[in-house]
């Protein structure tokens, strides 16, 4: 009933307010999206896919059109309006609906009828514990059936994601493979002298292009709030020719809220205001953009004309041959070596062009590990406190918080209320996880998501599955009693918490909060629209609100997203042979978060380019669910019949073999016929590859000429002469016009409008 109520409020949302995600969507310029496109009539292409005339009315015109939608939307589809990534993301959430289909047809059609042949327990036959493996007697043979078919769960996992890879033929990147990102370099070294250095070291070597790289993080901060500011200045410049009457507005923060006129919110003329802070932005752009040259970060991209060149050169940088105290062989050299400072290079393949985030760059070496290790410091020290929700929800018990609903004896409230507060606290505390993976300032986009995909599904499975099976509130518990004296003693009842019947029915409860009040939430993305309406708030003036509503998209959070999902899996997949009634609702979780995904990858998220080692981590990281599962398995046997029963020292020897596999295979690169990976390199060009996020790929001449350097350093409007702003301004003019007038008369804009003549 929630889900549906939810889904609901959802329709009437998207008609109301979600109108604002399609306009950021087209017009967002200074996101991955605008990097993706290379000439101004693509510069809307998300227009076509998302709000033109012919797809709204055929997908998106009802009220709850789009739940149909969802199904319409073709693969081929979202790679031309998503990405790559995109489809390999679903592709993953495919393969893990066929997994769930294949373990719940085991689970409960076999697993199921054999705890309940049991009568350990009460002899209920809607007693939940009957489902349960508590409900077998100790030594009986049939804990060998739980035991193979948890050896088969994980058998079928690794050929699922060995599947999965193989028919996702990853296309790399001509331009990716035929660059090398150095870092290192000599901050006096200029582009000429590296191109040197390699065509002089190297033999029949031609360098195309060397790229330097700046510290332009200040730089894209003046040009995003010029061109904000130029556009404010724009609208309220022809609202005034229309009206023939100035508008007056408060340029504080949330000035259109305040009501009274005090020293210091003085409201001003809105054409004058905008007209001096452009004035000053443009001269501390341009005083910044003279200065940027002499801010060299030591790296820089060097692009070849041949891969092999490039795989040679890569090689001699990275080749190990010992000798004395160094791990290293010397490169070649020449007569810039020394001062190009060769020998302290670190050379890798460069990552796209679209995935490098420019403004981090400058935050390097050691003051980036500094930052790191605070960041980590600081995080770990609150979540070894409050691990789980449990600790917090003890801590408002002490409040009285959760008392009136005690009081209430509904059996139905009772119960679900603490698996809620677990989603919602469990919701809450990995975005904390989240954004201390984005304060860290990754270089790169992908770099983010996999650092951000590894610490939310570690935290999350301590959080959700380790302590609560275990009875444990926080890492704070868990490492005392891992470490106390006592331990081997308090370990069989620690130990046999985790089968407890009441345990199993809490997380079956969990995973179906998660199927239907999580995957909800995400389609609603209330954490999005209450900082959209924060924004809205804070915006001074109509035109910064119309500003915040047309870039106010985000790109789609692959780390987040993978470990949400693995975490659930994960529960799923361990419980799958002691509780396996959870399968079913696993597989209805991975259901409907397929579909909300491919409703707001489509609709309400800007493309991202990322690379292929966040899609291979998370296909490692799939592994850990049926190796917790016999984890769950030996803890059972050991706790019910002893460590030195056959059944006991069947499933250690399976568990000890599946993880010396799976850490030779991670560590060394062994035993790759039986690791879960099958990634296959596709440098075939097809008709789907020569069109990238809507629009025609572009010739490897632009590419190299363009492609590795900071947007705003190649943006042909950035010189901020009198003839190229007035230029500047009429393009603005023509692009504001193309979005207005053409399909975004919406009752937004009206609001706006009226909101001016008050």
Not at 54 to 61: L, M, P, T
Request: net charge neutral; charged share 20%.
């Amino acid at each position: 009933m929630c889900f549906l109520v939810l889904l609901f409020v959802f329709s009437i949302l998207r008609k109301v307010a979600w109108d604002y995600g399609r306009l950021a969507l087209v017009t967002d310029a200074d996101s991955v999206a605008s990097a993706m496109q290379s000439e101004t009539p693509d510069r809307y292409e998300r227009l076509t896919s998302v709000s033109s005339s012919v797809d709204f009315e055929q997908r998106d015109n009802g009220f709850c059109s789009w739940l149909t939608a969802i199904f319409r939307i073709k693969d081929e589809e979202i790679r031309e309006k998503c990405g790559e990534d995109a489809v390999h993301y679903l592709s993953f959430q495919r393969h893990i609906i066929g997994l769930l289909v294949v373990v719940g047809v085991l689970s409960v059609g076999i697993v199921l009828p054999v705890n309940f042949s049991g009568d350990l327990l009460e002899n209920n036959a809607y007693s939940f514990g009957r489902t349960t493996i508590a409900n077998l007697k100790s030594g009986t043979n049939l804990l060998w059936l739980h035991t193979v078919f948890a050896f088969m769960y994980l058998l079928l996992t690794v050929y699922s994601m060995r599947r999965h890879t193989s028919k996702m033929h990853y296309k790399e990147d001509d331009l990716v493979k035929r660059t090398l990102f150095i870092n290192g370099i000599s901050k006096y070294a200029e582009e000429s002298h590296i191109k040197q250095h390699f065509e002089q070291a190297y033999e029949n070597c031609t360098v195309l292009e060397a790229r330097i790289c700046y510290n332009v993080a200040k730089l894209m901060s003046l040009n995003a709030e010029r061109k904000k500011t130029e556009r404010s200045r724009k609208f309220f410049t022809d609202l005034m020719a229309k009206e023939h009457m100035p508008t007056m507005i408060n340029p504080k923060p949330c000035g259109h809220l305040c009501c009274c006129v005090i020293t210091g919110c003085e409201e001003e003329e809105a054409v004058s205001y905008y007209t001096r802070r452009e004035a000053k932005l443009k001269e501390e752009y341009r005083k910044e953009k003279e200065k940027v040259n002499t801010k060299p970060l030591g790296m820089a991209f060097v692009t070849f004309r041949n891969e092999a060149m490039t795989a040679v050169i890569l090689k001699d940088f990275n080749a190990c041959q010992c000798h004395d105290c160094t791990c290293r062989q010397e490169p070649r050299s020449s007569q810039f070596s020394d001062a190009l400072h060769v020998y302290n290079w670190s050379v890798t393949y460069a990552p796209d062009p679209q995935n490098v985030r420019w403004e981090h760059l400058s935050l390097g070496g050691l003051c980036w590990w500094i930052r790191c290790f605070i960041i980590n410091c600081i995080l770990f020290l609150l979540l070894f406190f409050l691990t789980t929700p449990a600790i917090i929800i003890s801590t408002m018990d002490k409040f009285n918080v959760t008392k009136p609903v005690e009081y209430l004896n509904n059996p139905i409230v009772t119960q679900f209320f603490p698996t809620l507060l677990l989603w919602a606290f469990s919701a809450l505390l990995p975005t904390i996880v989240y954004y201390s993976a984005f304060f860290e300032a990754h270089w790169t986009r992908s770099g983010e998501n996999r650092t951000t995909m590894h610490k939310c599904y570690t935290f999350l499975i301590f959080m959700v599955l380790l302590l609560p099976s275990l009875g444990l509130s926080s890492l704070d518990v868990f490492f005392r009693w891992l470490f106390d004296k006592k331990f081997l003693a308090d370990a069989t009842v620690r130990f046999e918490c985790v089968f407890l019947p009441d345990n199993g029915a809490f997380f079956v409860n969990y995973v179906i909060a998660s199927a239907f009040i999580g995957n909800a939430m995400d389609l609603l993305r209330i954490p999005g629209l209450l900082m959209y309406m924060i924004r809205l708030c804070l915006a001074p003036s109509a035109a910064e609100r119309r500003n915040v509503k047309r870039h106010q998209a985000f790109e789609f959070q692959f780390g987040a997203a993978y470990a949400w999902m693995m975490c659930v899996f994960t529960v799923v997949m361990t419980y799958s042979i002691t509780c396996p009634i959870i399968v079913p609702f696993g597989l209805m979780y991975m259901l409907l978060k397929h579909l909300v995904d491919r409703y707001n990858m489509y609709y309400a998220y800007l493309p991202s380019k990322l690379d292929k080692k966040i899609h291979s981590a998370a296909v490692t990281q799939v592994v850990a669910a049926p190796i917790l599962c016999l984890f769950w398995l030996l803890f059972f046997s050991t706790v019910r019949t002893g460590f030195v029963t056959p059944t006991s020292m069947f499933t250690l020897v399976v568990l000890i073999v599946t993880i010396v596999v799976c850490l030779s295979h991670v560590c060394f690169g062994h035993f790759k016929y039986l690791s879960a990976h099958n990634y296959k390199i596709d440098t075939k060009e097809t008709e789907v590859d020569r069109v990238e996020n809507g629009r025609p790929a572009s010739s490897p001449a632009t590419q190299v000429q363009q492609m590795y350097i900071a947007q705003v350093l190649q943006d042909p409007n950035s010189d901020e002469t009198g003839t190229a702003s007035g230029e500047d301004e009429r393009g603005s003019s023509q692009d504001e016009e193309m979005i207005n007038e053409a399909d975004f008369q919406s009752g937004e804009d009206s609001l706006i409008a009226n909101e001016v003549h008050h």
